[in-house]
């Protein structure tokens, strides 16, 4: 598997980290900015995703950054690149690695080498403080779909609720979902919002009725 990565990236000069990006913020879309301690992505940091639609969350984390950094999906099969598309993910930037198997550690080093933005599902926690330690070496941005005790900034979604249904007829329009984010040094204060996800456009927006972060006391 790493020998293929490694002659993918060889073949495809467009594919080998095409910012090196020094540290600066990723951008996000608006509905993030305000919940995120840098009000984007901070190069050399994890970002743990949880609970209710987590795997939406996490692809429309990294959406805005798809533009102009190169992405790599690892370890998520049942990964839609059309819900993926339909979140703001730039499948022309976008590499996926359904299922690297026994190696999957050593893949996902070579793809946090290569790559501005590494998107993930591991099978377990046991090597996150190795897989962390290289993500700051390489001033990359990792975000892990489940439980990751190294995590700088964790992202959870909360109470859902889809709206569109009367009594008894209609359509699912949208979904209501309430969002903490939390983590290390600055975002140490938990901050709460509830986003669309999506709204009735598809979407992901600030809930009209709730946009303003609600800091915790």
Not at 84 to 112: T, Y
Request: charged share 25%.
């Amino acid at each position: 598997m790493t020998d293929r990565l490694g002659a993918l990236l060889a073949s495809n000069p467009g594919l080998e980290r095409a910012s090196h990006i020094t540290p600066r913020t990723l951008p996000v879309i608006p509905a993030f900015e305000t919940l995120l301690p840098d009000a984007g992505l901070r190069p050399g940091t994890t970002t743990s995703v949880t609970g209710i639609g987590a795997t939406s969350l996490a692809l429309s984390l990294v959406a805005k950054a798809t533009k102009d950094s190169w992405t790599a999906s690892i370890g998520m099969p049942a990964l839609g690149l059309r819900a993926a598309d339909e979140l703001g993910i730039d499948l022309d930037r976008f590499v996926v690695v359904d299922d690297p198997g026994k190696q999957w550690i050593d893949v996902l080093a070579a793809l946090v080498d290569a790559f501005d933005v590494v998107l993930t599902h591991p099978p377990g926690t046991r090597h996150a403080r190795k897989v962390s330690a290289r993500v700051r070496e390489q001033d990359a941005v990792l975000v892990v779909i489940g439980p990751w005790v190294e995590s700088d900034v964790r992202v959870a979604g909360a109470t859902s609720e889809w709206h569109g249904i009367g009594r008894g007829y209609g359509h699912l329009e949208a979904r209501s979902l309430d969002v903490t984010v939390s983590g290390r040094r600055a975002a140490t204060r938990p901050r709460y919002a509830t986003l669309w996800l999506p709204d009735s456009d598809g979407n992901v927006t600030a809930f009209e009725r709730d946009n303003v972060v609600r800091l915790a006391r």
